[in-house]
């Protein structure tokens, strides 16, 4: 705790520090408070504090195996107004609690994570296909079991066979906080495949990787990565502008209904989008708040209210776009 810098805060006193923000505004409040307990016996208590504070709550859960986090607890955190959940969720011993049909884990996994109607006939896939269905099945447990409202995966792979170790889950009840999370993890992101079996989200090789290799740690971002994600987009954004032809669709829309199951940032659906206006595909529009009359936006920044119609123009195909744009 000393080495983190926590140090100061430790006598149960609130701290006040000054930012570099103005004088009212800089001002902010700290008190930690450490707890040495099974996690299950204080998550009452700190769901509680957060709902008394009506603020932003943050729950980093790296639990020892499956068994340390029940599902209750995810619904507990997940009814809180504005929280947000990181859970790290072991990946390569899968079929020791989820296939293993004899074994006293696997029951302990189903009945703490409520789990008996998810993870069927997972035995009989292999390899990608088995890892496809544990993440997605994965996903859905929390959307449905855990009230989870936005769920996306980041994964963690150590050695050259593209096999997941770890997912590292994100959980949030904004889509904002979701966006900021892919805005990082497209950053830092050191995989140059994740979109091809899409499985992965965003990917990070560990250090011992490198190591293992004697490779410099270095992104491994670059266009063809780029387009492969432009491509994803492009399935999911496309039939959700054609059902809304008459009336079209607000961007904020087509974010909450597609954000976690693309690896798109809102950069990239703002680039998709122009790219489509400007080989008049669609037409953005504006609403205008005096006259309540709809003007298309000239504005290089797309706003949330900003409604998106597909024009009666045939349609090109994405290549024909991207390679229009180059």
């Known amino acids: 705790m000393c080495q983190a810098g926590f140090e100061e805060l430790l006598d149960e006193q609130i701290h006040t520090f000054t930012t570099e923000f ?4 800089g001002q902010r409040r700290e008190q ?3 707890i040495s307990d099974e996690f299950e016996n204080q998550v009452n208590y700190c769901v509680f504090h957060g709902e008394q504070r009506r603020g932003h709550s943050l729950f980093f859960l790296d639990p020892y195996g499956y068994l340390n986090v029940s599902m209750e607890s995810f619904r507990k955190i997940n009814s809180l107004n504005k929280s947000e959940i990181i859970y790290t969720l072991m990946a390569r011993d899968i079929e020791r609690f989820v296939i293993d049909k004899n074994g006293k884990e696997r029951e302990n996994f189903y009945k ?8 069927k006939n997972l035995e009989k896939l292999q390899g990608f296909g088995r890892e496809a269905k544990f993440r997605d099945e994965s996903m859905r447990l929390f959307r449905e079991k855990g009230n989870a409202k936005k769920v996306f995966t980041f994964a963690m792979i150590p050695t050259k066979d593209k096999r997941v170790l770890y997912y590292l889950i994100h959980i949030c009840s904004h889509l904002r906080a979701l966006e900021v999370m892919k805005d990082s993890s497209w950053l830092y992101n050191n ?6 079996y899409e499985i992965y989200g965003y990917g990070f090789r560990t250090a011992s990787y490198y190591e293992e290799h ?4 270095q992104l491994d971002i670059n266009q063809h990565s780029k387009i492969a994600c ?5 399935n999911d954004l496309d039939d959700l502008v054609l059902e809304n032809n008459c009336e079209g669709v607000t961007l904020i829309e087509l974010c909450n209904k597609t954000m ?12 998709y989008l122009k790219l489509l206006r400007n080989e008049k595909q669609i037409k953005i529009l504006r609403k205008n708040k005096k006259t309540n009359l709809y003007q298309e936006t000239q504005s290089n920044n797309l706003e949330n209210c900003d409604i998106i119609k597909r024009t009666n123009i045939k349609q090109l195909s994405l290549f024909n776009i991207l390679h229009i744009k180059k």
């Open 112 to 119: 703490k994570l409520e789990a008996e109607d998810y993870f």
């Open 22 to 25: 103005p004088k009212g505004i």
């Open 191 to 196: 995989i140059n495949y994740q979109y091809h």
């Open 32 to 34: 930690c408070e450490f």
């Open 230 to 234: 432009i491509e994803r987009l492009s």
């Open 260 to 271: 976690e199951f693309n690896p798109a940032t809102r950069e990239h659906y703002c680039e």
């Open 214 to 217: 004697q490779l410099e740690l």
